[in-house]
Each structure stands twice: as structure tokens, then as C-alpha cells.
């Protein structure tokens, strides 16, 4: 990953993350625990946040006292709304040469904390409830031992900003079956915990107020012996949590749908991927939405994120994520992701003027310039 160009002070606090340590049944051994800790606004994530997660993981990555990690939110509304890309936008809306070090820094950073996580050297749980959008996302489907409770309600909704799917989206949704990545990555369609599991988004679904016993046996588990070791024995003890009281799951849009869906994200281009969920919703009431959300979202966000999930078919991780920060510095220097939250996100309005305003006319030339690197980065 790419060094981090200085930032201006976030208006983040250091109550925004929240850790400590829990002390184990083998002696010398801590269970380190994370919590994202802006609750108001659904812990969406800015710069100092992901700087202090990033430095405090591989602090613990190089403790040998620190068994496993977990990462969860704090709040009864959701794990993570995202990253706080109004922040952003605001600096670039403030205007003056420094208009974009903010975002650059912020993209930076995110993308190097989930880079850590999905290679992290200890056994990591993340325990995702409610919202779980976006920089939520990335965060969430890093770990070793991913968690989802009820009510979740988990998206990569950036076509409604002007957006591409970011932090990995083009590795991970790449892998969902059925083709159902794209139809996430260019909808920002809302699925629930049956869908996470399906989609191989999650590993464990277990209800929400047993967190504190999971954290509890967590610390009594034998840490003795080495990572593969701990690996082995944090799966067996997860499974078997849950399996001591099953969530009720509810229908899995994505399992049912997945003839359908997969024929959507066959599709040769974005154009077709719109008249495809057409045809899908004039029969079926669940792509209704989707359909919305593609057709009412950011043209040029549409194109290049069918691009980007096509570039990023046969990359690795490390790849995407360095594509991604390629395409999100393009983005701010855009018309439509600062257009895209002004209307949602700083004044409410939801009357985005997205330019090009049609798919027609968004060429080709328009697209690649997206994945070209600044020539200052």
C-alpha cells in the first residue's frame, strides 16, 4: 500500500474507538477488543478512527500476550454505517489546493486497515450487527471469524453517492455465488443475515445479546500452542456457540433468487444489467428496489463499477485494494461522488444532478479515466 499523505485534524474525538483487554483463562494470555464508538452516527468511520484501529492492530499483531483480537461496534443500531465520506466532501467542497489531502489520506489509511485485518497473524472475530454498509463492510468480512446477528442489514449502497464498492468490494463480491456480487455492487441492494451467510459474507450468525457470554468463554478458551492452533480451536468454539441456540434465520432473497440473479450478473455491461433487473421485477417484487437504486444512482458510478468488478475478477486482494485507492482519488476529483453526498448526506435532499446524466452517456474514455493513477500519486 501507498504511504500516507499528511492530513488535517479529523473532527473525530478519542472516545470515537474504545479497546481494552480481557485477560485469559491461560496464563500470559489477552483477548484484545475494539469498538467502534460513534453510535450517533451509526460509527461511520473517518481518518483518525481507521489511523488509531490501523496502529492499534499491529501494535497487537507484534504482542505475543494478545491471543486473538474481535472488532464489533458499540450502539443498538448497527456495527458500522460506512466510512464518513460527508467529511470528505466537505473538504472538497471547502475548496483551495488542499481540497483533496483529506480523502486521499482517509481512502489511504481505510484501505490499509483492511488490508491488516483480512491478513491479520492472530485469529480475528468481527461481530457485525445492524447496519453494516459500506467501510462497514470492509471491515466485517476481514476477519477469521466473521459474526452476524438479527436485523442485519448489510449493503454496498455507494451507486446512491457516486461511488464504486471500495475497501475490496471487487475481491470479496467477486466471490459471492451466483453472480450475486454484481447485482450488490451495482444496486446496493440490502440483505440480511440469511443472505451473509449465503453469500460467504459471513461465517456465523448467533444473536446479538450473547455477546458478552462469547466474550466471556472467548477468554477461557485454551491459548496455549500456536496461531494454527488458535485458528482451529476459535472456529470449533464459534460453531459450537452457535449451534447452542440457533438463530432463526429468515429467507435469503439471494438463495432464492439465484437463477435469476445470476443471470443479471452475466450481463456484458451496465446498460444490460439495468434492462436484465427490469425484466426481473416486472415478475418478481424483490428486484423492484434494486431496480430503483441502479436507475435512479449515479450513471457514471454504474459503468465504473461494472468495470471495476470485470478488472477485478482475477486479482488479488492486495491488487483491488491498491486499484480501489487509484479509482477513489479519481472519484473526488469527479463531478458525481461530491454531487452524490451533497444531495444524501449533507443536505438531505436526495436531488443529485448527476453528469453525464444518462448511461448513454457515459463513454468510454470517461470510464478509463477513473483507472488511471494522478499523476502526483
Keep these: 500500500?501507498?504511504?500516507?499523505?499528511?492530513?488535517?485534524?479529523?473532527?473525530?474525538?478519542?472516545?470515537?474507538?474504545?479497546?481494552?483487554?480481557?485477560?485469559?483463562?491461560?496464563?500470559?494470555?489477552?483477548?484484545?477488543?475494539?469498538?467502534?464508538?460513534?453510535?450517533?452516527?451509526?460509527?461511520?468511520?473517518?481518518?483518525?478512527?481507521?489511523?488509531?484501529?490501523?496502529?492499534?492492530?499491529?501494535?497487537?499483531?507484534?504482542?505475543?500476550?494478545?491471543?486473538?483480537?474481535?472488532?464489533?461496534?458499540?450502539?443498538p443500531k448497527g456495527f458500522c454505517a460506512g466510512g464518513d465520506v460527508a467529511e470528505v466532501i466537505r473538504q472538497v467542497r471547502a475548496g483551495g489546493p488542499r481540497r483533496f489531502?483529506?480523502?486521499?489520506?482517509?481512502?489511504?489509511?481505510?484501505?490499509?486497515?483492511?488490508?491488516?485485518?483480512?491478513?491479520?497473524?492472530?485469529?480475528?472475530?468481527?461481530?457485525?450487527?445492524?447496519?453494516?454498509?459500506?467501510?462497514?463492510?470492509?471491515?466485517?468480512?476481514?476477519?477469521?471469524?466473521?459474526?452476524?446477528?438479527?436485523?442485519?442489514?448489510?449493503?454496498?449502497?455507494?451507486?446512491?453517492?457516486?461511488?464504486?464498492?471500495?475497501?475490496?468490494?471487487?475481491?470479496?463480491?467477486?466471490?459471492?455465488?451466483?453472480?450475486?456480487?454484481?447485482?450488490?455492487?451495482?444496486?446496493?441492494?440490502?440483505?440480511?443475515?440469511?443472505?451473509?451467510?449465503?453469500?460467504?459474507?459471513?461465517?456465523?450468525?448467533?444473536?446479538?445479546?450473547?455477546?458478552?457470554?462469547?466474550?466471556?468463554?472467548?477468554?477461557?478458551?485454551?491459548?496455549t500452542g500456536g496461531v494454527a492452533a488458535h485458528r482451529a480451536r476459535l472456529r470449533a468454539f464459534c460453531l459450537g456457540f452457535a449451534a447452542e441456540a440457533p438463530l432463526a434465520l429468515p429467507d435469503s432473497a439471494l438463495r432464492r433468487h439465484h437463477d435469476t440473479i445470476r443471470g443479471i450478473g452475466l450481463q456484458g455491461g451496465a446498460e444490460a444489467v439495468l434492462a436484465a433487473l427490469r425484466a426481473a421485477a416486472a415478475t418478481e417484487p424483490w428486484f423492484a428496489r434494486p431496480l430503483e437504486n441502479l436507475a435512479q444512482g449515479s450513471p457514471t458510478a454504474a459503468r465504473v463499477t461494472f468495470e471495476y468488478m470485470r478488472r477485478c475478477r482475477l486479482l488479488g486482494l492486495e491488487q483491488v485494494l491498491d486499484l480501489d485507492l487509484v479509482i477513489a482519488k479519481q472519484c473526488q476529483r469527479h463531478a458525481d461522488f461530491p454531487e452524490g453526498v451533497r444531495a444524501l448526506l449533507i443536505d438531505k435532499s436526495r436531488d443529485a444532478a448527476w453528469s453525464p446524466a444518462s448511461f448513454d452517456a457515459v463513454d468510454d474514455a470517461l470510464v478509463d479515466g477513473f483507472f488511471a493513477p494522478l499523476e502526483s500519486a
Excluded at 474504545?18 to 489477552?30: F, K
Aim: net charge negative; proline share 6%; hydrophobic share 45%.
Design 101 to 223: 489531502v483529506y480523502g486521499d489520506a482517509f481512502f489511504d489509511v481505510e484501505y490499509q486497515l483492511d488490508a491488516l485485518i483480512h491478513r491479520y497473524p492472530k485469529p480475528f472475530v468481527t461481530w457485525a450487527h445492524g447496519v453494516d454498509m459500506g467501510g462497514g463492510v470492509g471491515l466485517s468480512v476481514a476477519g477469521s471469524e466473521r459474526i452476524v446477528t438479527e436485523g442485519l442489514k448489510l449493503a454496498m449502497p455507494e451507486i446512491h453517492i457516486g461511488l464504486f464498492p471500495d475497501v475490496g468490494g471487487g475481491w470479496f463480491l467477486n466471490r459471492v455465488p451466483g453472480e450475486a456480487g454484481l447485482l450488490l455492487a451495482m444496486t446496493g441492494a440490502i440483505v440480511n443475515e440469511a443472505d451473509a451467510l449465503y453469500a460467504r459474507l459471513a461465517d456465523h450468525a448467533i444473536a446479538h445479546a450473547r455477546q458478552p457470554a462469547f466474550v466471556e468463554r472467548l477468554a477461557a478458551l485454551d491459548w
Design 1 to 75: 500500500m501507498t504511504a500516507t499523505p499528511t492530513a488535517p485534524p479529523s473532527s473525530s474525538t478519542p472516545d470515537d474507538m474504545l479497546y481494552e483487554t480481557v485477560d485469559c483463562a491461560t496464563p500470559g494470555r489477552r483477548i484484545g477488543i475494539a469498538r467502534l464508538n460513534r453510535p450517533g452516527q451509526l460509527n461511520a468511520l473517518n481518518l483518525s478512527m481507521c489511523q488509531s484501529m490501523l496502529d492499534r492492530f499491529r501494535e497487537w499483531a507484534s504482542d505475543e500476550s494478545i491471543a486473538c483480537v474481535m472488532l464489533a461496534g458499540n450502539g
